[in-house]
C-alpha cells in the first residue's frame, strides 16, 4: 500500500479529535441535539484549521445510522462510506477547479432529488471564494431556499471576496488559529502512535512553524522524518527543513548590535546567509524575536516560552531598552520594504545590521528614554501636595501660520547692514569644569599603541559587567586618545559625560581599570561635538616643527570630579539633579506656598 502522509492518516474523524475550535464543535453539536441545523453554514478561517474536517464530520453526524447525532460511530456503513468518499449523497465540491455558472445549475439539479442512501444530502464547496458572479447568483436561491434534505456547507479562507448576498444566506463561522499547546498535544500523539523519538525542542519548533495551522505541522513533522538521518530528530534538523533561525543565534546577533560590534554582526549574518536561510525571513524572525523580547519586558503574554528560559536572552532582554526596540524595528520593516524591488537582498540585510549596531543611533534611542524616565518622575512629583516644583523654562514661539488680515497688516522694514567691529574673545576660566589644558596633557602623551591596548579592556569590560549600567555606558564610548597614564573618552550627550566623572562612579571605573593595568590613574569624558572641533584644531596646528600645539581655549562644559558631601539628598533633590544634568541650565526650581 502506498504511504499515506501524516496529515491525512491522522485527520479527525470525530468531534472529540479536532484540535481547537471548541466554540464552533459546540454550537453543531448543539444544533443537532436541538434539532436546529441550519440549512447553510460558512466555515471560513487560515488554512489548515479544520473547515473541510469539520465539514465532514457534520456529514457523518447528520447521515449516520444512529443518528442525527452529536458524535458519529464511524463504524457504520454510512459514516464509512463518507470517510472513504463513496457516498453519493456528499459531495465535495473543489470551487477553484469547478467555478462556472453551468458547474452550479448541475449542482443545483442534482439538489432536487431526495438522497439515494443516507438522510440529507450534503453539499461541501471548498474554496467557495473562487466561484464566478454568475456562479453566485446562480446559486443564490437555491442557498436560501433549499429543500428540506439540503444542507451547504461553504468553506473559505477568504471570506471578504463572498458577496454579500451569500453571507446573508449563511451561518458564519469563523476558525481560530490552533494554539502551540494544542498542537504539541496533537504532534506529540502522532509521535508515539508512530514510534518517532523527537526532542521537545524540535516538537516546539514545529509547532511555532506552523503558525497556527495543524495540517502544516504535520506536514513539517512528515518532513523532518524523512529528513533526518539521525535516531532521534532535533532542533537542527526542524530548523534545516523550515528554513527557520534558531533563537540562540538571534539572541547573540541582537547582542552584538547592541554592544556596537559590526564584525560579528555582519559575520553572523553572512553564515546564516550562506547556510541556505533566505534574507527576507532573517529579517522577519528579528522583528518577530524584537517583539518578543518586547513582551518579555512589559510581562506581556509568553510567545515563546523556550526562549524565555533561556538565562541568555534574559540577560540581552534586561540590557535592551524599548527605545532601541522601537528603533531596530523600523530600521529592519524599512529594509524589508525596500528590498521587494531590489535584487540586492543580501546588501539590505547587511545595511540594516550595521545600521543595528550604529553606537550613536543606540545612544540615541536610549537618551530619549532616559527623558521619557525622568519626565514622568518630575511629573509624579510636581503632582505631590507641599513639594517643590520644577518648571521648565521654554521660549515662547510665534504661531507659523498667519491670517491674509496678518500678513496685510506687516511692515517691511529696510533691512541695513551693520558693520562688524573687532571684539577681543574674553577668556574664561571655570575652575569647577575640565579645562581645553586637561586635554592638551592627554594629547600630547598619546599613542596608538595606548589607545588599541586600551580598546581590549574596553571589550572585556562590557562582556564582565553586561548587567552594570554605568559600565556599559562607559564602554559605549569612543576612545578618543590614550597614553599610558590617562585617556579620553567621547560620547554623544552630555549626560552621559557628567555621569561617567561623577565622583562616585569615578572610583568604580578607575578600580576595575587597576585590574588591567598598573599605570592607569586618570580619564576625561568629552561630547562629540566639542571632540569634533578639538580635533580639527588639533590636526590643523599639528606638525613635526610643533608637536605640542596650543589649542583653542573652548568651553568644554564637562563637570569635574566633585567629591560628595556628607549632605544626604532626598528623592526629589536626586531627581531635580537628574533634570539639571539632561536638561542643563534651562530649568527653575519652584516652591509651593
Known sequence: MAYVALYRAYRPQKFSEVVGQQHIIKTLQNAIKMNKVAHAYLFCGPRGTGKTTLAKIMAKAMNCENGPTIEPCCECEMCKG????MISDVVEIDAASNNGADDIRALRETAKFLPSQGKYKVYIIDEVHMLSVQAFNALLKTLEEPPAHVIFILCTTEPHKLLSTILSRCQRFDFQTISIEDMLKRLRIVADEENIKITDEALYQIAQSAEGGMRDALSLFD????????????????????????????I????????????????????MVDEGKEVPRILNDLILFLRD???????????????????????????ITKSAIYKWVDILNDSLNQMKFSTQKRAYLELAILKMSDVQIIEEANITERIESLEHSVEELYKRPNQVQVEVKTEKKEPIFKSSEEINNLRVEPIHKEEKTAQVEEKIDYPDEINI?????????????????????????????????????????????????????????????????????????????????????DYICITHDTWSKIALDYKNKYSK?????????????????VVPTTIVKNEEDTLIDAAKELLGDNIEIMEDK
Open 82 to 85: 463518507i470517510t472513504q468518499g
Open 223 to 250: 518532513q523532518c522524518i524523512s529528513y533526518s538521518v539521525n535516531p532521534e530528530i532535533t532542533l537542527d534538523d526542524v530548523l534545516a527543513v523550515s528554513g527557520n533561525i534558531s533563537y540562540l543565534k538571534l
Open 437 to 521: 589644558h586637561d586635554i592638551e596633557n592627554i594629547l600630547y602623551s598619546a599613542t596608538k599603541q595606548d589607545k588599541e591596548k586600551l580598546q581590549k579592556i574596553w571589550n572585556d569590560i562590557a562582556i564582565k559587567y553586561a548587567d552594570i549600567v554605568d559600565f556599559q555606558i562607559l564602554v559605549r564610548g569612543k576612545i578618543c586618545a590614550a597614553s599610558s597614564t590617562s585617556f579620553l573618552v567621547e560620547f554623544a550627550d552630555m549626560g552621559f559625560c557628567n555621569r561617567i566623572m561623577k565622583y562616585e562612579n569615578y572610583v568604580k571605573i578607575m578600580e576595575v581599570l587597576s585590574e588591567y593595568s598598573d599605570t592607569l590613574n
Open 252 to 271: 547573540d546577533l541582537i547582542g552584538y548590535a547592541y554592544n556596537g560590534d559590526s564584525i560579528k554582526c555582519i559575520e553572523l549574518a553572512n553564515s
Open 545 to 561: 616643527d610643533n608637536l605640542k600645539p596650543k589649542l583653542e581655549n573652548i568651553r568644554i562644559n564637562v563637570k569635574r570630579r
Open 293 to 319: 523580547t518586547l513582551m518579555y519586558k512589559n510581562k506581556a503574554v509568553i510567545v515563546d516560552k523556550l526562549m524565555y528560559q533561556n538565562e541568555n536572552f534574559k540577560n540581552v532582554a534586561g540590557l
